[in-house]
T-cell receptor, first 112, second 116 residues
Framework: GQQVMQIPQYQHVQEGEDFTTYCNSSTTLSNIQWYKQRPGGHPVFLIQLVKSGEVKKQKRLTFQFGEAKKNSSLHITATQTTDVGTYFCAGPAGAGSYQLTFGKGTKLSVIP | EPEVTQTPSHQVTQMGQEVILRCVPISNHLYFYWYRQILGQKVEFLVSFYNNEISEKSEIFDDQFSVERPDGSNFTLKIRSTKLEDSAMYFC??????????????FGEGSRLTVL
C-alpha cells in the first residue's frame, strides 16, 4: 500500500525556536491528516488538508499541502514546552482505501 | 465531549493465552479501527470495520486476530494465542467517515498488552 515518509525522526529545539516536520508520498494523496501524540498519550487529530497548495493555520501551527499533493509540512513558530510530543502525518493507504496510514512521526523535544 | 473508551488499560498475559481488548466507539460513528504501536514506534494499522464486517486488514492481522461488534456498542479485538511480539499499545479508533476518505479518527487512550 501507499506509504508516507516523515522526517526528521527526532528534533530537539530550544524553547522559542521554530520547528518543522515534513511528510512525503511517492503517489498523489487525496488528503492528508496531521495528529499529535503527547508522551504516554494517544494520537489526537490536528487538521486535514485536501486541496493542492492548501495552507492552514492554527495559532502557532502552519500546515501546508504541496502543489502536487505528494508532500506536506507542519511548522511550529516559537515552540513552547506544551508542544512536546510526536507529530504524525497520515494519508490514505491507496485510492479509495478506508485505511489511514501513519508516517513514523517526528518526536519533538523542547528544552526550556 | 464524546470519546472512545478502551478496557483494560493494561493487560499482562502469558504467551499462548487468549486476550480480548474492548472498545466503546463514539456512538454516531460508523467506522471502527484497531491500530497498534510498539513502544516508541509508528502507529500501525491492523483492521478497519464498517457495516458489521471487516473492510480492510493489514498483513499483521493474521488468523490469530479477530474483531467483533457483538452488541452495537462494543468493538472487540481478540488475539487467540498471544506471542511475545504482540506486546504493544493497542489503540481503538472510530470515525464518522472512513479515515482514508478524509474522516477524522478519534482514538481511545489505548490498552497496553504485555506478553510474558
Amino acid at each position: 500500500g501507499q506509504q508516507v515518509m516523515q522526517i526528521p525522526q527526532y528534533q530537539h529545539v530550544q524553547e522559542g525556536e521554530d520547528f518543522t516536520t515534513y511528510c512525503n508520498s511517492s503517489t498523489t494523496l487525496s488528503n492528508i491528516q496531521w495528529y499529535k501524540q503527547r508522551p504516554g498519550g494517544h494520537p489526537v487529530f490536528l487538521i486535514q488538508l485536501v486541496k493542492s497548495g492548501e495552507v492552514k493555520k492554527q495559532k502557532r501551527l502552519t500546515f501546508q499541502f504541496g502543489e502536487a499533493k505528494k508532500n506536506s509540512s507542519l511548522h511550529i513558530t516559537a515552540t513552547q514546552t506544551t508542544d512536546v510530543g510526536t507529530y504524525f502525518c497520515a494519508g490514505p493507504a491507496g485510492a479509495g482505501s478506508y485505511q489511514l496510514t501513519f508516517g513514523k512521526g517526528t518526536k519533538l523535544s523542547v528544552i526550556p | 465531549e464524546p470519546e472512545v473508551t478502551q478496557t483494560p488499560s493494561h493487560q499482562v498475559t502469558q504467551m499462548g493465552q487468549e486476550v480480548i481488548l474492548r472498545c466503546v466507539p463514539i456512538s454516531n460513528h460508523l467506522y471502527f479501527y484497531w491500530y497498534r504501536q510498539i513502544l516508541g514506534q509508528k502507529v500501525e494499522f491492523l483492521v478497519s470495520f464498517y457495516n458489521n464486517e471487516i473492510s480492510e486488514k493489514s498483513e499483521i492481522f493474521d488468523d490469530q486476530f479477530s474483531v467483533e461488534r457483538p452488541d452495537g456498542s462494543n468493538f472487540t479485538l481478540k488475539i487467540r494465542s498471544t506471542k511475545l511480539e504482540d506486546s504493544a499499545m493497542y489503540f481503538c479508533a472510530s470515525s464518522r467517515r472512513a479515515g482514508g476518505l478524509g474522516g477524522e479518527l478519534f482514538f481511545g487512550e489505548g490498552s497496553r498488552l504485555t506478553v510474558l
